[in-house]
């Protein structure tokens, strides 16, 4: 594998991932990491998290080690701007880089709040520079809005709770994380806002969000004004694919690919949030935005784009966690509706666990303060656990527990 051109764009967790795997395989072409922001890659979750109660976050690897141990060009602060697939070229900045193997990992942007072009003070929460933003904005004592109460919007209400601040969501669904828990469990981890003295107010929508040159206030669809210093919008985020119109990759929702995480284009893989690809493990096209997955698919896309003949698929049980006011919420599966019980603790304390049923399958589990039991419930799932089996583990946990009690 020599004498070959190795091309990643998105500097990501996915593209850093992709770069090491390349050079384990035993690659000793020429490898480019192409990415948009100025930094080196670098963790992603701390950002809503320990970074705005004011933790370091250091780059995965130094600048030293991409560079001269595993021997990448970096070009940083550049974003691409199309992509050629007959000529086998990624058009970023005023240059034209050649490729023989492709992984895009440009991941996804955040969406942001209609009217506040230019208006200070109001945020997303996707890079090392929104945080930034926030945690000076938190610094100086912001009146805090966050609008959207998903995962991200609540860790960094979280933060902001931490440090003492006031702090408003505004959620426009009835429920909160419908979509990635479900209704009860959203419910029942919403609860955890009101314990913690948050302000959540459910099915409403913003109007406005107003200010002279900087944020003022925002306008509800109720009526409601909350007067507001920093506002930061978590209401999700779309995949980065702007760049690749008239590639002639699929893109819905996504870069769509196979199973093996393939786009069909000759030499072009995918990976990371970016990427939709057919999950053989619930035989269906996911698109994941988790750390656990991103890590995975960029290896697993770089192995296969320098030796496609031997291409493996990605097949995996999604997991995702996330840390509100010194809890842990995980979740591992897919969210599936035929049914959800709860079979340890309750939705309204401080531990649970709910399981998730498909037909006759376990398809899901989510827990609150569950760190020991999570991933028996991923392995139950990876082997195709029935829904049975996964009640009966939930019953032997639960009496082991009561004759240790």
């Not at 050629?84 to 969406?111: C, K, M, P």
């Not at 639960?398 to 009690?405: F, I, N, P, Q, T």
Request: hydrophobic content about 45%.
């Amino acid at each position: 594998m020599s004498g070959r051109r190795f091309v990643v764009v998105g500097a990501s967790l996915a593209g850093l991932r992709a770069v090491e795997a390349a050079r384990k395989s035993g690659f000793d072409g020429s490898i480019t990491l192409i990415g948009a922001e100025p930094h080196l890659p670098y963790d992603r979750p701390p950002l809503s998290k320990a970074f705005l109660d004011g933790a370091d976050l250091p780059a995965f690897r130094g600048e030293e080690v991409l560079r001269d141990e595993l021997g990448a060009e970096l070009v940083l602060g550049t974003a691409a701007t199309a992509l050629d697939t007959t000529a086998g070229t990624v058009h970023a900045g005023e240059r034209e880089f050649g490729y023989d193997a492709l992984v895009i990992a440009t991941g996804a942007r955040a969406r942001t709040l209609q009217g506040t072009d230019g208006l200070r003070g109001v945020h997303t929460l996707r890079t090392r520079d929104d945080a930034q933003a926030v945690r000076r904005a938190l610094d100086a004592g912001a009146r805090t809005v966050v609008v959207g109460a998903g995962f991200i919007g609540s860790e960094v209400a979280s933060a902001a709770r931490k440090r003492g601040r006031d702090v408003t969501i505004v959620e426009a669904l009835p429920t909160p994380l419908v979509r990635a828990v479900g209704q009860t469990m959203g419910a029942a981890c919403a609860a955890l806002h009101t314990r913690a003295g948050t302000d959540l107010r459910c099915g409403v929508g913003v109007e406005a969000v107003e200010g002279e040159g900087t944020v003022e206030r925002v306008r509800l669809t109720d009526g409601t004004v909350l007067a507001a210093d920093l506002v930061v919008a978590g209401i999700g985020a779309v995949p980065a694919t702007g760049w690749l119109a008239g590639s002639g990759l699929t893109l819905d929702d996504g870069v769509v690919c196979d199973e093996t995480l393939f786009t069909g284009a000759p030499g072009v893989y995918a990976a990371g949030d970016v990427a939709r690809w057919h999950n053989p493990m619930f035989g269906r096209h996911m698109r994941l935005e988790h750390w656990t997955s991103a890590a995975e698919q960029g290896a697993v896309a770089a192995r296969n784009a320098l030796d496609p003949a031997v291409a493996k698929p990605y097949s995996t049980v999604p997991y995702f966690w996330s840390d509100w006011y010194g809890s842990r919420i995980q979740f591992v599966g897919v969210p599936a509706t035929d049914e959800v019980r709860v079979v340890d603790g309750g939705p309204g304390g401080d531990h649970f666990v709910a399981l998730y049923r498909e037909g006759d399958r376990l398809a899901g589990a989510l827990t609150l303060n569950g760190q020991t039991q999570i991933m028996k419930y991923r392995g139950l799932i990876a082997r195709g656990a029935a829904w049975t089996q996964g009640l009966e583990f939930a019953g032997r946990r639960r009496s082991a527990a009561m004759e240790r009690v």
